[in-house]
């Protein structure tokens, strides 16, 4: 009996950080503001006024009171399917992120290689979307999303490999990222390792390439190919992708922080995560919202040629650096 | 340093260099070429403005009981392009710095300058004649002894007998030339 | 729920269609939308690519022969509740060109405009006064929505 109540608890638990504490709620809440951040900022450094910071929850109410429609030629069953896919991959990721100093991630579960299968997912939900689409600027919107994607994930596969080595430190690899961001909160943070700069720096140019912001906004173009394979979506659907592309932006942003840079600073879970947020906002700021403000767009061509060339070049000086020291 | 960073860091730290307009009143040249304004008081009624608006915004048309014309401007088809403006011979019309157009569409037909001008009646005869401002008939009649303010009462047939009449009076009054 | 609404209509994303425009009025809307001076993002609007994401539609242009079907069939990609504004005179009458030959418009003719905003082209300011009455009626249409209950499509029109 004692052991059935055990794992009522434990479920109990895994329902609240899915719902509401590093997950869903509490993601959702933090990527929507830094959705809003990231639209006030850049239209500052362009020398506008910009829109409210609580635009993007105004934006979400808009769209679910909208109409929904469906295109009479669409797969209609997996046009309805992927956005969901898209935001459950994203909420289990949230739920999975360890927010340093308050929340230690689930050790046994939380393992990298998990994420590196989950952070694709809104990509393959667009991927789903374009092609159930039947509109012809969503089948180029996702084979340009299926050419970016392989070649942003190889940087990201490298990072981690580099970061599992180091932390496992010649006993073997370490994967689960709760037990990174102890190894880190003992020795030291990653990010100030020489060994494992160039592999910072290539999380960095993964963090646009993922998020689909200029240069690399290449698969949702809305000048070019009017948005791609978000072309047909309207009403609550839409809010869906623009959910999960909320909380993606808190997941990608906290996966860094955790590898990187998981100092804690002295004081509650409070200003823990007040901390947390200052740096997903910063290393948003570096990636996403400069980025955005000061680029065009690249060709696919030139975009896979980039991940391919410089990313995956320090990534892989990051390993190798890794491996001669064990 | 890449310049589109000092670009960027410029522009943060000068803040926005938007207009207030929604909340408060934008800011108008004063030369903007908005509204059409017509002032009926001088309107001759030659219509060369109808003649040359390009949108053909401008009409022109008598009303029915013959006592006067309708001058109207639809600021729906007008390209505000001031030719009007230009064209008019008595400066009867302007552009006014109105430049609040949005209406809804139920006030579509509503966006008009709307102006009826009488016809004035011939102090002799009676009949229906379009008015002729003094300030004109003032620079018609400069060089001449008439009396602007009646002549500008009469029709032009009146006014043809008027002269021919005060053209006699003269060659009465004055004595016959002497023949060589 | 009146809260609601109030709410939605303060993100409205426009969209415009080009109804065979001499790009004078489209210049203008590229003006309200990036020009730091104007920056209608402040409304909260967006310039979004997609119909399908519209809810204030621009139509400029006085509706050309070749490019009605077309025109009307973008129109009707749009989700209720939408908001037309007819920017421009070409759309709200056919300005110069009204009487050609390949002039199919004005555009409410076949698409109910709800708000014009006349000029050639309007001024910005006047666009973003377009875009004010635009939300108003909006406010207006969800009101009446929410009162009417099922009946959605017979309440909009």
Redesign the interface.
Known sequence: MQESGVYITLAGWAIFHLLVFPGGLFALGIGLFLKGADRKLEARLQRRVGPPLYQPFLDLIKLSGKEAMIPASAQRLLFRIAPLLGFTGMAVCAALLPVPGVYAGLPDMGDMLVYFYLLPLPAVALILAGSSSSSPFGALGFSREMTVMFAYEIPLLLVILAVALHVGGGRGAEFSLGRIVEHQLEHGQLGFNWELIPAFLAYLFFLPGTMGVPPFDIPEAETEIIEGPLLEYSGAALAFFQMAGAIKTVVVLGFGVALFFPGTLPGGPLVNILWFLGKCLALMFLTMTLVKAATGRFRVDQAFAFYLRYPTALAAVSLILVLARL | MPR??KI?AR??L??????A??FKE?FTPPRYRGKVVMNPNLCVGCGICTHVC???AIMMKESEDQNGYYFMV????????GSCRHYCPVKAISLSQD???????SE?YR?VEHHFVPYLHCSSCGAHIRRLPPALAARIYSHSSVDPATIIRLCPDCRQLATAKREGEVHESSPAPQQP | MGFLSKIAVRSPWLYRINAGSCNGCDVELATTAFIPRFDVERLGCKYCGSPRHADIVFITGPLTLRVKDQALRVWNEIPEPKITIAVGVCPVSGGVFRGGHSIEGPVDRYIPVDINVPGCPPRPQAIMEGVILARELWLRRLEKLEAGGGERRAALS
């Open positions: 589109f960073l960027l522009n943060l000068k803040g926005p260099s938007t207009e307009f929604p934008a390009p949108g053909g639809w600021h729906n088809t007008c390209a505000f392009c430049w609040h157009n949005a209406h809804y569409q579509k966006m």
